[in-house]
């Protein structure tokens, strides 16, 4: 197995630093398994099939589509740049996730916590080395915090679901399409053509992403300067990006580090969707855990 994991220095000016992966060697047989239906029996991420989250799913993803607009994106993360709204650990932050139930989720009715949970779990299953892995399957979705009154109360259509490039045309591929039409953006000659507001090859780090609970946590995790490597933050900004991770879009506006980074995200999907399940883990069992790993990444308390 050759996975080459430099551990960074602690510091402003630290580099990201890079994980390079063989793909060729890299195989995980630790005993994760794929399963093939969610908790409601239903093959995972199927947003037309008639099911009780359905209804509710598809009334989720039109808001989202017509109010998520380049401008919207603008302010909010200038606004949210600002990390001025709360102190805490990542830990604290874990447990708030109790109270936070996801709309935009076909596959998932239970609390957060359980999902972060089981995800982590899954991949250390899998890759028992990668601890830096495991600790950005634990926080990945912590961002939904901005649905909670103390992060500003955000609704869930400006927290939650897949994201995708806002002052670009929106793909096809992005789930229930159709809504896009009542977006402004649809109209305006500026945002959407192919490019809009970008060029070729400009790197994801120069495209504006619908607002949501991957761009905040990159910006809390990146600003309060933890010392995971590049990949962890890559996974943790464009995970719900499933128009490029899954059907292959907006691959024009990748750069050369986006295409190494998304090597991992690819990894990382498989154990974020597939782990979504009833079977419920032990939350004081692995706490000790996942606590050590949070004090080798990131300072006592954050900024968010
Ligand atoms: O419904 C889900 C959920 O909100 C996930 O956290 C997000 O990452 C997915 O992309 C989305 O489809
Ligand atoms: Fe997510
Ligand atoms: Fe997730």
Same mark, same amino acid.
């Given at each position: 197995?050759?996975?080459?994991?430099?551990?960074?220095?602690?510091?402003?000016?630290?580099?990201?630093? /890079? *994980?390079?992966?063989?793909?060729?060697?890299?195989?995980?047989?630790?005993?994760? +398994? &794929?399963?093939? =239906?969610?908790?409601? %029996?239903?093959?995972?991420?199927?947003?037309?099939?008639?099911?009780?989250?359905?209804?509710?799913?598809?009334?989720?993803?039109?808001?989202?589509?017509?109010?998520?607009?380049?401008?919207?994106?603008?302010?909010?993360?200038?606004?949210?740049?600002?990390?001025?709204?709360?102190?805490?650990?990542?830990?604290?932050?874990?447990?708030?996730?109790?109270?936070?139930?996801?709309?935009?989720?076909?596959?998932?009715?239970?609390?957060?916590?359980?999902?972060?949970?089981?995800?982590?779990?899954?991949?250390?299953?899998?890759?028992?080395?990668?601890?830096?892995?495991?600790?950005?399957?634990?926080?990945?979705?912590?961002? /939904? *915090?901005?649905?909670?009154?103390?992060?500003?109360?955000?609704?869930?259509?400006? +927290? &939650?679901?897949? =994201?995708?490039?806002? %002052?670009?045309?929106?793909?096809?591929?992005?789930?229930?399409?159709?809504?896009?039409?009542?977006?402004?953006?649809?109209?305006?000659?500026?945002?959407?053509?192919?490019?809009?507001?970008?060029?070729?090859?400009?790197?994801?780090?120069?495209?504006?992403?619908?607002?949501?609970?991957?761009?905040?946590?990159?910006?809390?995790?990146?600003?309060?300067?933890?010392?995971?490597?590049?990949?962890?933050?890559?996974?943790?900004?464009?995970?719900?990006?499933?128009?490029?991770?899954?059907?292959?879009?907006?691959?024009?506006?990748?750069?050369?580090?986006?295409?190494?980074?998304?090597?991992?995200?690819?990894?990382?999907? /498989?154990?974020?969707?597939?782990?979504?399940?009833?079977?419920?883990?032990?939350?004081?069992? &692995?706490?000790?855990?996942?606590?050590?790993?949070?004090?080798?990444?990131?300072?006592?308390?954050?900024?968010?």
């Amino acid at each position: 197995m050759t996975v080459l994991i430099d551990q960074p220095e602690f510091g402003i000016e630290a580099e990201e630093k /890079k *994980v390079t992966i063989d793909e060729t060697e890299f195989v995980s047989d630790g005993g994760f +398994v &794929v399963s093939q =239906t969610n908790s409601f %029996g239903h093959t995972f991420r199927d947003y037309d099939v008639e099911s009780e989250r359905q209804e509710g799913v598809e009334k989720f993803y039109r808001n989202n589509h017509i109010n998520q607009t380049y401008d919207f994106v603008k302010k909010m993360r200038e606004d949210y740049g600002k990390l001025n709204r709360v102190e805490m650990s990542i830990w604290e932050c874990c447990e708030l996730l109790n109270d936070v139930v996801d709309e935009s989720d076909p596959d998932l009715d239970e609390p957060q916590i359980e999902h972060l949970l089981q995800t982590a779990e899954a991949i250390r299953k899998d890759y028992p080395n990668e601890d830096w892995l495991h600790l950005t399957g634990l926080i990945h979705d912590l961002g /939904k *915090v901005l649905l909670l009154p103390s992060f500003g109360g955000l609704p869930q259509w400006a +927290v &939650v679901g897949d =994201t995708f490039p806002v %002052g670009c045309a929106f793909d096809q591929s992005i789930v229930h399409h159709k809504y896009f039409n009542e977006n402004p953006d649809n109209s305006n000659p500026a945002y959407n053509t192919k490019y809009g507001a970008y060029s070729k090859g400009c790197g994801l780090n120069n495209v504006m992403m619908s607002w949501g609970h991957d761009d905040y946590m990159y910006l809390v995790a990146k600003h309060n300067k933890t010392s995971l490597p590049s990949a962890a933050l890559f996974i943790i900004r464009y995970h719900s990006f499933y128009s490029l991770h899954r059907a292959g879009a907006y691959t024009h506006l990748m750069n050369e580090e986006d295409v190494e980074n998304l090597k991992w995200l690819h990894i990382f999907n /498989k154990y974020d969707l597939y782990s979504k399940s009833k079977v419920r883990i032990d939350v004081e069992k &692995v706490k000790p855990y996942y606590v050590s790993l949070v004090e080798k990444y990131f300072p006592a308390t954050l900024k968010w």
